[in-house]
Structures are given as C-alpha cells and as structure tokens.
C-alpha cells in the first residue's frame, strides 16, 4: 500500500504542523473489473457473477437502509450510522434539522483482534 505524508492545517487542532502517513489510491476498481477477475478466478460465466453481485447488493442495501447489521462470514460486519448535531434536550431534536448525513460503517473480520483484511500489507512511501 502506498502512502504519503501530510502536513496537518487546521490551527485548533494539538497535531497542528505535524505530519501523518495518508493512504494513496492511484485505482478504482469498477464492477465489471471484479467480474472478470471473480468469474475468472472461480471458472464461472460473467453473467452469473453478475446475478449474484447485484443480487447480493440489492438484500445487503435493504437490511442495511432498514437498520440491520450485516455480517459476511470470512469479510466483516457492515452497518449504517447516523451522524447528527447534538442539542441540549431531547425535545429539541428534530430529525430534519439535526440528522446530518449517514455513513457506512465497515469492520473487518478479525480473529484474536488482528483482521485478516490488514495480514500482509506492506508499506511503500510513493515516490
């Protein structure tokens, strides 16, 4: 995995003027990338990695947009979180003013607290 070093900007901030290693992404890999390589990798036609991917997406989204948890054995759990602005009282809350957005949330599986995902990265400063 490449990385760079970045300066932190924001003044209010006590890491101010330090540096931190930032991932650098130089690909996207699309859908029709991860067919190939899927139906390739398991000798399957396209088409039936592409029924099964966009079958998979349209359960995982429908737990996940109703409030599920969604654990994929041997990849990790996923989840959506609500990120909102914080009020004094409850009565003060209004979702419409307050709800900001939501995020996914993913977690690696992980076996003893080390998640297979990160087993193997190496690190190399981009050039």
Partial sequence: ???????ETKPTLSTFGKY???AVHDETVDTN???KEVAERDGIG?????TVMMGLAAVINRH???GDKV???DWGLMKLEIESEKVDQPKDFKARKHIRGVR???????????????QGIKYEKEK
């Fill in 64 to 66: 996940l947009r109703r």
């Fill in 71 to 73: 654990r994929l054995n």
């Fill in 104 to 118: 996914l949330h993913f977690l690696p599986e992980s076996s003893k607290g080390k998640p297979e995902l990160y």
């Fill in 20 to 22: 931190k290693a930032v």
């Fill in 1 to 7: 995995m490449k990385y760079t070093l970045k300066k």
């Fill in 46 to 50: 396209k088409d039936a990695v592409i």
């Fill in 33 to 35: 990338q991860i067919i």
